[in-house]
């Protein structure tokens, strides 16, 4: 069964910086690629970031490019986001999702339940 089990959501200042681990199991992690996707207070899903199953290529969305650092530790069958200069808009829930094959070009077919980020002073 694939699980994946976001950690590290909080509140945080403007300004600060939050990371994101998603802890995979129940399938070949490094044989596929990996995206966070986000959905702000009712608003709809936002795609964020997306990396290959080897981690050798990246893509970000613009709202958070130059902010955020997608990567994997396929030994740990962990992904991660690094936030830095969090801003307010930046608040949501955070979910990493498992892509169809290894590269970014696949659809995503499982998601974990999120963590929440809080942006606020």
């Known amino acids: 069964e694939v699980q994946l089990v976001e950690s590290g959501g909080g509140l945080v200042q403007p300004g600060g910086s939050l990371r994101l681990s998603c802890a995979a199991s129940g399938f070949t992690f490094s044989s596929y690629a990996m995206s966070w996707v986000r959905q702000a207070p009712g608003k709809g899903l936002e795609w964020v970031s997306v990396?290959?199953?080897?981690?050798?290529?990246?893509s970000y969305a613009d709202s958070v490019k130059g902010r955020f650092t997608i990567s994997r530790d396929n030994a740990k069958n962990t992904l991660y986001l690094q936030m830095n200069s969090l801003k307010p808009e930046d608040t949501a829930v955070y979910f990493c999702?498992?892509?169809?094959?290894?590269?970014?070009?696949?659809?995503?077919?499982?998601w974990g339940k999120g963590t929440l980020v809080t942006v606020s002073s």
């Open positions: 999702a498992k892509r169809r094959g290894a590269t970014r070009y696949y659809g995503m077919d499982y």
């Open positions: 990396i290959n199953s080897d981690g050798g290529s990246t």
